[in-house]
């Protein structure tokens, strides 16, 4: 719900707070005032106010109530009768969210005028307070009066117009009989205006994972969100909102549908349309969006931007070493006296350019599959060359509104296909979160030493990098160490965190695109989740499609949920359409209890579709070590 | 600061009491002010301390119309607003009905405070939303005689009042701007003239550049004529405002002195006075309409009377010392200087130049002392008509009593005789408005006493028939149609 601070002075008599006021009560207005602040302790708001139990504050003289205002942090600020100085400051902090009542019809530009319902030019009165802008309808002998409600901006009298009204001048009409009409047409547009700020929003989500089911059932949650669409989205994301078939390769036919469809918040899930510059077309198009522009998406659209980046910023990583030709690597390769080392092509390639190699031949046949062969395609042009870090690898996703970076709990994803990280990689077999041996001394250590560093540099660089980053990291002996930057959120990790987040993750988004995430709750369930993924056999290779998927059900319990992926709804029945095709997901207050619950849901007459294939073992490390420690 | 000092110094003629300046440098507003001239307020020490980046810089000339003569009333004046955001305002011209604003400010205004004062205070008391709105509507509460400029936080206001009285110059200095009373204040910074500001008009200077929050008023309005007569610079331009289109562009604008030459030369064809021996002008505002007046005659022009730059009050303008009327007298001897050779005076009929008379001090000591070099006769040519009524929107003629041609009702023979010359010869009235006029476009009116309003002027000191009523009232004047 929207949060309202109504600023009033003893001018006037309240109307427009009367009128906030019985909005909300008739559930017409989606707000709540959060307070009314008064310029003088004799304005009959406050009586208003207090009738309604709604809390008051009487600035001190020379209060211009910014400090307030800040720490508040209301959704908007309406004047309705304010009279004192609103500065600079004030403006800057509150974009496009300080709504003004003028006694005047403001033009979209500052050229222009507006047109009164006969015809006639309209009078702005620009600068003009409300008797004298009053007086002046009459006395310019215009046909109507009116009033816009508009954004205030450093220009005076003028800003994003949300609302106009007009009122025929009468003969005979006095200020006072002329405004007494005219007020009542004001707190019409007032509350209109605000109820169309206070809406519900739409809601439209791209990608078609499991991470994207997750999203949208946390998002779904908000009361401040209506529909929710997916684009292509899955057979489970149907269950909580709409699917639209659209081309997801094409970031303009995207937006194109975006604007018709009136979104008002598109979240981008996979890194392909984020490194093709989905957000900065968005923000072109005047659409809100969220994730980061394809500036700051090199983080993972290049993994030897990546790589200079970090050497730049100092940010703790694995040796690395950039190669343009496949011979220069290979000469590298020889001289190299790295135990073993990584080989990964510079650009994105589906979560498989990435090599881990213990010998020498095997790191030259990996130089040869993606410089050579071009397996990857043009992600090849280039490759790094990394040294192999030993030790335990941890994901950490963190908000980030531009400024300010606020990590989520810390997870890790299980990418062989088989028990005991055996097999070729996959996209993730399953994640869980927290991770006991991430401390909340190492989380700050990796916010400080990692997290923060990125946006600074980045923000150095004129990168603004609004959305979520994930950090892949290896935990070493000297500290933790970035293998590799994604610029978006982890798929299978989101699913437990999504379950885990207490806050709501519609304010969250917005306070990261509105740069406000300092004063954003974002706080998560004490306990653990787990995710475990259900693959198709065959699995990361060629795989059967098409199979029913049985013992779904509606799973109301917001403590265990099942994450479609690969599925689509056929004929009534949901079937596997890809190879990771559900993730199961499962809250309790320990992670041995999340473990057992979630893997009771799957197998014969329960959770199940023939040749399904899953690991047995998400989060065993974890708990042996925790079991180690316990043992102690 | 620097900048500002040199500009100022090209209006240092218009003020002389006292000088001041505020700054807005990034932690706050920083006020200086000192009694004398620039020279004496600003030592290079002084200079040093103030030399810092500031936002905005207003200097100010103090030559005091309203309120009291001390300190406290030298500009800039600054006043804090309720949100304890310091205004600065400096103000050339005179507010009228202040008794009417003091009503309206809460602060109990000290008795002898300036009008400047008051109006600041208004400001500082004024609620809106933005101080744009604030300065509107204060400006629209306040009537008379006003070219302000305003500072607030990184905002600069620049307002003239809607008669257009008193001169308000723009210009530019790279991504910098100027405003000023006069254009030699603007050459001595270097700037480029752009205009001048709008009678009516609101300026707001900031760090998006220029902007008009409130539109100007086109055209004449009732600029004062003692402007052109005395107060400004022989070298600054002004408009002449025949025209709605004519002299929008500072090179279409008149000299003073071109201006006050055309007077000499009027007079000339109004009080010939082809017996004289030679013609002579009073330095330095005297000396244009001296040689305008001995060209038009073909008489020898003689500058026989020099001023003394090294003599302590020679740089200064007795008139403008009004807070020290009775010593006026005495120095005016010690600042002018006679060439003392006999054959040039004796018996010599010399016609003495000036711009004007108004107390006839001046003229009586110069009479006195010509005569004694051994003179036949003394004529004087005056290029502005007789001052016989106050002024009080802007130039501090305070009471008629001071004035010699209100005691001796402007008997051109009474106020010779009280003078001690054989004849004194003001300009006619119309022919003054002729000699500011580029085309031929001269209005009459029904009463001859609104002859300067009907051609945007103000001479209010002349016909005692003032644009605006010193209560604050317009006056209403009614145009013949133009014969």
């Known amino acids: 719900m929207k949060k309202l601070a109504v600023l009033i002075s003893n001018a006037g008599t309240g109307t427009n707070l009367q009128a906030i006021i019985d909005a909300i009560k008739k559930r017409d207005l989606h707000a709540e005032i959060q307070i009314v602040i008064s310029g003088s302790p ?130 005979g009409d006095s200020v006072d009989t002329l405004y007494s009409r005219l007020k009542v047409k004001e707190n019409k547009i007032c509350v209109e205006s605000l109820k169309k700020l206070c809406i519900k929003k739409n809601i439209l989500i791209i990608g078609s994972g499991g991470r994207e089911h997750a999203l949208g059932w946390k998002i779904r949650q908000s009361p401040e969100v209506n529909s929710i669409y997916f684009a292509p989205g899955n057979g489970g994301t149907l269950e909580i909102g709409k699917n639209i078939d659209i081309n997801i390769e094409k970031n303009i036919e995207i937006a194109e549908w975006a604007k018709e469809n009136k979104i008002d918040l598109t979240i981008i899930g996979p890194e392909g349309p984020l490194v093709s510059g989905i957000v900065d077309l968005f923000q072109k198009k005047g659409l809100i969006v ?108 963190a908000f980030c509104d531009g400024k300010t970076v606020v990590p989520l709990l810390s997870s890790q994803d299980h990418k062989r296909i088989y028990d005991d990280d055996k097999g070729p990689n996959t996209g993730g077999m399953g994640a869980y979160a927290p991770v006991p041996f991430v401390s909340s001394q190492l989380l700050a250590k990796i916010t400080k030493t990692i997290l923060q560093p990125t946006i600074y540099g980045l923000k150095k660089e004129g990168i603004e990098y609004k959305g979520v980053l994930y950090a892949g990291l290896m935990l070493t002996k000297q500290g933790p160490k970035v293998l590799e930057y994604n610029v978006r959120f982890g798929d299978p990790e989101t699913q437990p ?125 974890a708990l042996k070590i925790s079991d180690r420690e316990e043992g102690k | 600061m620097q900048l500002a000092l040199l500009a100022a110094s090209g209006v240092q003629h218009r003020g002389q009491q006292g000088a001041g300046v505020a700054l807005q440098y990034k ?42 003569y001390d300190k406290r009333n030298l500009q800039p004046c600054i006043v804090t607003s309720r949100e304890g955001v310091k205004i600065a305002v400096v103000h050339n011209g005179e507010f009228v009905g202040t008794e009417k604003i003091r009503k309206l400010i809460s602060k109990e205004a000290p008795p ?66 100027i405003v000023a009373s006069e254009t030699h204040a603007l050459v001595k910074a270097g700037a480029v003239i752009l205009r001048e500001v709008k009678r009516g008009e609101i300026i707001r200077i900031d760090a998006n550049g220029i902007s008009v929050i409130k539109r100007g ?58 017996r004289a021996t030679f013609v002579l002008g009073i330095p330095d505002s005297g000396m244009a309409v001296a040689t305008g007046y001995a060209n038009a005659m073909k008489l020898p022009y003689r500058q026989v009377i020099i001023r003394d730059h090294f003599d302590p009050h020679g740089s200064q303008r007795l008139f403008m010392r009004d807070d020290q009327i009775k010593r006026i007298k005495k120095k005016v001897l010690g600042k002018l200087s ?70 001796y009702q402007s008997d051109v023979k009474r106020i010779a005789k009280k003078i001690g010359a054989t004849s004194v010869n003001y300009i006619s009235r119309k022919g003054f408005i002729r000699a500011r006029l580029l085309s031929n476009d001269f209005k009459t009116s029904q009463d001859p006493s609104h002859i300067f309003l009907a051609n945007g002027g103000c001479a209010g000191c002349v016909t005692g028939c003032y644009p605006v009523s010193r209560e604050g009232e317009t006056h209403k004047f009614m145009l013949n149609s133009v014969l």
Not at chain 1, 342 to 362: N, P, R, W
Not at chain 1, 547 to 564: A, R, S, T
Request: aromatic share 10%; with cysteine; proline share 4%.
């Open chain 1, 42 to 171: 004799d304005a009959y708001g406050l009586v208003r106010a207090k009738k309604n139990h709604i809390p008051t504050l009487i600035l001190k003289p020379n209060d211009k109530g910014d400090t307030v205002l800040k720490n508040m942090n209301p959704d908007f600020i309406v004047l309705a009768g304010w009279k004192r100085i609103i500065s600079d400051h004030l403006i800057e902090d509150f974009p496009n969210r300080i709504l003004n009542i003028h006694p005047g019809l403001i033009p979209d530009s500052l050229d222009g005028t507006v047109k009164n319902p006969d015809g006639t030019a309209s009078l702005w009165n620009k600068g003009k307070m409300t008797d004298v802008a009053i007086n002046n309808f009459l006395i310019s002998k215009s046909t109507y009066a009116g009033s816009s409600v508009h954004f205030l901006t450093h220009e005076f009298d003028f800003g994003p117009v949300l609302a106009r009204t007009f009122e025929k001048i009468q003969k």
């Open chain 1, 290 to 397: 969220f994730g980061p522009n394809a500036a700051a998406s090199q983080l993972e659209g290049s993994k030897a931007w990546a790589v200079k980046f970090m050497q730049k910023w100092k940010i703790p990583h694995p040796q690395s070493f950039v190669f343009s030709t496949a011979g220069e690597a290979k000469r590298f390769i020889q001289k190299s006296k790295w135990q073993g080392m990584v080989a990964k092509a510079d650009g994105l390639a589906q979560g498989k350019g990435v090599i881990v190699c213990d010998t020498k031949s095997e790191a030259e046949k990996a130089i040869d599959e993606v410089m050579v062969k071009k397996t990857f395609g043009d992600a090849g042009k280039s490759a790094v060359i990394q040294e192999k870090l030993l030790g335990e690898e941890v994901s950490i996703l």
């Open chain 1, 497 to 621: 965190l999504m379950m885990l987040l207490e806050s709501d993750l519609f304010s969250i988004i917005e306070s990261c695109i509105k740069g406000t995430l300092k004063k954003t709750d974002v706080t998560f369930k004490k306990g653990s989740a787990v995710c475990v993924v259900l693959t198709s056999e065959g699995y990361p290779s060629a795989y059967k499609k098409g199979q029913e998927i049985l013992g779904l059900k509606p799973y109301d319990d917001k403590n265990l949920q099942v994450f479609h992926a690969g599925t689509e709804l056929k004929d009534d029945k949901i079937i596997t359409s890809g190879g990771r095709v559900l993730g199961v997901t499962g809250y309790a207050s320990t992670l041995r209890k999340a473990v057992s619950k979630t893997y009771k849901e799957i197998g014969k007459n329960k959770i199940y579709f023939d040749h399904m294939q899953y690991r047995k073992d998400i989060a065993n490390k």
């Open chain 2, 27 to 68: 932690k706050g507003v920083k006020l200086y002010t000192g009694a004398g001239l620039l020279h004496d307020v600003f030592p290079k020490y002084v200079v040093n301390r103030l030399n810092k980046p500031s936002k905005w810089t207003l200097i100010h000339c103090r030559y005091g119309t309203h309120g009291g």
């Open chain 2, 112 to 177: 002898d405070i300036s009008d400047t004062y008051i109006f600041a205070q208004l400001l500082a008391e004024t609620e809106g939303l933005t101080w744009e709105h604030r300065v509107i509507h204060a400006l629209s509460q306040v009537n008379g005689a006003y070219s302000l400029l305003i500072g607030i936080d990184g905002k600069l206001f620049v307002a003239r009042d809607e008669m257009g009285i008193r001169p308000l110059i723009l210009g530019q200095i790279k991504d910098k701007w």
């Open chain 2, 217 to 274: 008023i086109e055209g004449a309005g009732h600029f004062c004529d003692f402007e052109w007569a005395y107060f400004g610079r022989p070298d600054s331009l002004l408009p002449t405002h025949e025209q709605p289109d004519s002299g929008k562009h500072p090179s279409d604008w008149l000299s003073l002195s071109t201006f006050r030459e055309r007077c000499g030369a009027i007079i000339a064809s109004e009080s010939p006075i082809p």
């Open chain 2, 338 to 407: 006679l060439i003392a050779d006999k054959h040039t005076w004796k018996d010599a009929i010399v016609v003495l130049g000036d711009d004007s008379i108004v107390r006839g001090n001046v003229a009586a000591k110069i009479t006195k002392a010509v005569f004694a070099m051994g003179a036949k006769e003394v004529h004087w040519v005056i290029g502005f008509p007789p001052v016989a009524h106050p002024c009080y929107l802007g130039v501090s003629i305070r009471t008629k009593e001071e004035l010699i041609a209100y005691r």
